[in-house]
């Protein structure tokens, strides 16, 4: 079981930056990869990024690629996402996630093992 608690959200001007963090419980962090999603008002939820167990790999949207940066520590168990530039459009709920499957497949959503309850950003223009 692996519970995860986000954190970090807020309310910010188009251009500032925000760094969210993502505390995990469990054992067996290391073995899940990592990622976050979000879900604008009105939207369905959407792909972020995810990070692969080691770290070594992740994964971008096309959207946030070249200003987000997520990163895991797997001795604290925690994720980082590091929003930089950000846009009114970033404007959501983001969620902390993990999956015993690998970060590639994650991206899909499908099968997501555990949800955190989600952390308000706000951007405006």
């Known amino acids: 079981q692996v519970q995860l608690v986000e954190s970090g959200g807020g309310l910010v001007q188009a251009g500032a930056s925000l760094t969210l963090s993502c505390a995990a419980s469990?054992?067996?962090?290391?073995?899940?990869?990592m990622g976050w999603f979000r879900q604008a008002p009105g939207k369905e939820r959407e792909f972020v990024v995810t990070?692969?167990?080691?770290?070594?790999?992740?994964y971008y949207a096309d959207s946030v690629k070249g200003r987000f940066t997520i990163s895991r520590d797997n001795v604290k168990k925690t994720v980082t996402l590091q929003m930089n530039s950000l846009k009114p459009e970033d404007t959501a709920v983001y969620y902390c996630a993990a999956d015993i499957g690998t970060a590639q497949a994650m991206r899909v959503m499908a099968g997501v093992d555990y949800w955190g309850k989600g952390t308000l950003v706000t951007v405006s223009s």
């Open positions: 990070i692969s167990r080691s770290g070594g790999i992740a």
């Open positions: 469990g054992r067996t962090f290391s073995s899940y990869a």
